[in-house]
């Protein structure tokens, strides 16, 4: 056994000696998932909310595109399912994706009656952009490209004015609570300005996001450091499919910059991706050229660099024109002019990076997961919308939908207030050699850039592995008392699962590609579930789910 089937808690703790919190829902993480699972919440009982960092620091305040949503007339939630399952490469559940598409344009009334802004047109209706995937337009946006933005504003807002909702900023969760028969009761937490809590908890929503910051190369921001995914892990939940991460096709790639996303929906203003000499990377491809699902428009770019040794591929909108390009995309003409880049008269210079975490916590259609009082919504979780391959914009509905169904799950489950028992972890300080945290932090990034990235190698991935057991045998068994410390123990918890996971997947679907295994196997593993301490050959195998509803 590694250290990653041993270690349940993260520090050594006894409940007892720690100031006690007591609230019906504990909802863990602030973006779009948490808050609409905490306004849902606070309509039955008391909630806290808490927020690693500031409340507006979110993956979800970054989002760029929009909302996808049927609420044109001439959609319809059909389409919108049958695009999700076609971009999902076989491994969507159709129930869940049935329940995302038929309930997520009541969640965009809902967002407009809590007063979110939406770009509209000169009728007056929400302006409908088009993204990879989709057969039609149907991204709501706001703003041009600050979606994330306006929808984050708006449920921050409708939170603080909601009775009983406690917002708890930079209040970290490190560990989750349950009892010996494995019902999930609350969480330890840390704040840099009241030290561990503990924060009792009838139910627990698990929010938290994903776990981008595990790559060199990401469009994620700072916090998305997979925290949630390894508290559940340590906790015995199952998780489920964590080798899908997806690899947004356009992030910016100038040296020392940060990779700033660059929308989607440029494309879907008829951008194209070309390469130094204006060759077009997408035209032949797909019949949906550079629209085409995330992970083909990827996987073209990262053929095309490997053919032509080319270090990035371009975006070209200079067919919009500057002035258009900054009328529709305020931010990422500012965001662009700070390089010099006009994105309406030069080519942006782009790379994919990874964008999002598919796999997760596996969880039933209403948020349950494999403990009792846990739920969880939102990138952390694993429902099946989103099958091997996510649809463009289909996240933030997500996290709406199911960010709602978890508390309507909690309720019906009706459980009873935990009783504040005496909880001791059973971690153990141990004296280990000095760490540099920065330094393993950025070899284990760098790692699963090159081994567990666009394109796998079964001899690779085995090899990563044994690195990434060896470093948890001393990395793991350190106690610290910082976020920094508590946050690479995180990502080399999640690294090494999906790394496991992608090692597992002898097969290429979807965002997960093996070059010593290029086709789809149509009779392979179906989803790979695996919790702590079930070993390779006992892992919960379950079959291809069908795409049929
Ligand atoms: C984008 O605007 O391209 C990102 C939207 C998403 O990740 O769904």
Redo the contacts with the bound molecule.
Sequence with gaps: MTPFDLRRHLIPFRSQLLPHIFTDTLVIGSGVAGLRAAIEAAQHGDVVALAKEAIDHSNSSW????I?AAIDANDSPQSHFDDTLRAGAGLCEARAVRTLVEEGPAEIEQLLAWGMRVDRNAAGQPQLGL??GHGRARIIHSDG?A?GRELMRTLIAHARATPGIRLFDRCFGVDLLSTSSGRVTGAVTWSPRYGLQIIWARATILAGGGAGQVYRETSNPRVATGDALAMAWRAGAWMRDLEFM?F?P?SLYIAGAPRH?????VRGEGAVLVDRRGQRIMAGRHPQEDLAP?DVVTRGIVEHLAGSGEPCAHLDARHLGSAKFAERFPSLASMLAGYGIDGGRDLMPVHPAA??TIGGVRTDVDGRTSLTGLYACGEVAANGVHGAN???????LEGLVFGRRCVGAALKDSLPDPVPMHIESRVQTVVAGELDLADVRSSLRSAMWRNVGIVRHGAKLADCLDMFAFWGRYALGSVFDTPEGWETQNLLTVGHLMTRAALERRESRGTHQRLDAPEEDSAGPGHIDWRTGVPASQRHAVGVIGAAS
């Design positions: 989002a760029q595109g929009g996808a993204e990879g490209d979606t997806q947004h356009t996303l660059i929308s989607e929906a995330r964008h999002y996510r649809l463009a914009s289909n996240s933030l």
